[in-house]
């Protein structure tokens, strides 16, 4: 069991100002534990980091839309994530935990409940290998409803199988860059693979994610040339988010305003942060429908 340390409580207020309509494109909810159960079986656990943290951190950050991606610790209990949505008051929206036991009206429930799609963690140091048996089966199930599915992989099993995420036929989105560790250069095979999924059609990158794929450390501007050339790639399908309260952190803990100052050195331009801020998650997840 890894026991994970919380996330700086002193965010830092970023050296610009986000547009309106803003999203935090995946960030996290854990607990309160004493509420909110954490998982039996998990292989981790997070201090709690409730709605209301949450909250705090937005108003500094200048941020007004949020996902809130369902973590392992929790499980395929989504209640944590739903209660945040539904106290957030059309401002969050949601990507569920799910398994094959969820009938059609636990999909049901959980769309109306502002859950937009279904993620799968198979980052090696939490789970196994991917099994893209059962992401097909759940794709089949979800297909109705509009939703995507979000994968976060290891950068050699992107490259492994790039026919098989192609085949889904929905959209796809991958999490923080693919994972791909920034001292192997924007010519390794996997980010390679990762930019010429992403120029195709209903596929989607997180550009968030710096500190988890860096080699160098803080301030992680070897982050930097991955985040542009995903950008340059396909403009309108990257999306961005803190990744708070950054469970499984090894070393020092990041802080948001800082990483969130990475997002001029990505996107200089401001139309360019626009779409990536608001237009992007807007055009997901429905905001403003």
Not at 17 to 31: E, I, K, L
Not at 148 to 159: M, N
Not at 219 to 242: K, M
Not at 258 to 264: A, H, S
Request: hydrophobic share 40%; net charge negative; with cysteine.
């Amino acid at each position: 069991m890894i026991y994970c340390q919380g996330p700086d409580p002193q965010t830092k207020k970023p050296n610009f100002t986000a547009p309106p309509g803003s999203c935090d494109a995946h960030c996290h909810v854990f607990g309160p534990e004493a509420k909110f159960p954490f998982a039996e079986g998990r292989s981790y656990t997070p201090p709690d980091a409730p709605y209301e943290a949450h909250v705090k951190l937005q108003q500094v950050l200048g941020l007004e839309r949020a996902v809130i991606v369902q973590a392992t610790c929790h499980g395929t209990d989504n209640t944590a994530t739903l209660d945040a949505i539904a106290r957030a008051e059309e401002r969050y929206r949601g990507v569920a935990i799910v398994d094959d036991s969820f009938t059609d009206a636990d999909f049901e429930k959980l769309d109306a409940g502002g859950v937009r799609g279904v993620r799968f963690s198979f980052a090696r140091h939490l789970s196994g290998p991917p099994d893209f048996t059962r992401v097909k089966r759940i794709a089949e199930r979800i297909r109705g409803l509009g939703w995507h599915l979000v994968l976060y992989l290891e950068a050699e099993d992107v490259v492994a199988n790039v026919d098989t995420i192609a085949g889904f036929g929905m959209p796809v989105v991958i999490d923080h860059m693919g994972r791909v560790k920034a001292g192997d250069g924007v010519a390794q095979p996997a980010f390679r693979a990762l930019l010429d999924m992403v120029r195709g059609e209903d596929f989607w990158v997180k550009i968030c994610g710096a500190e988890r794929i860096s080699t160098a450390g803080p301030p992680y501007h070897d982050a930097i040339p991955f985040a542009q050339a995903l950008i340059e790639a396909a403009p309108d399908s990257v999306l961005w988010g803190t990744d708070w309260p950054h469970p499984n952190i090894e070393g020092v803990m990041p802080n948001d305003g800082d990483l969130m100052n990475l997002l001029p050195l990505y996107a200089p331009d401001e139309a360019a942060r626009k779409r990536i801020l608001v237009d992007n998650p807007a055009r997901l997840y429905g905001f403003g429908d």
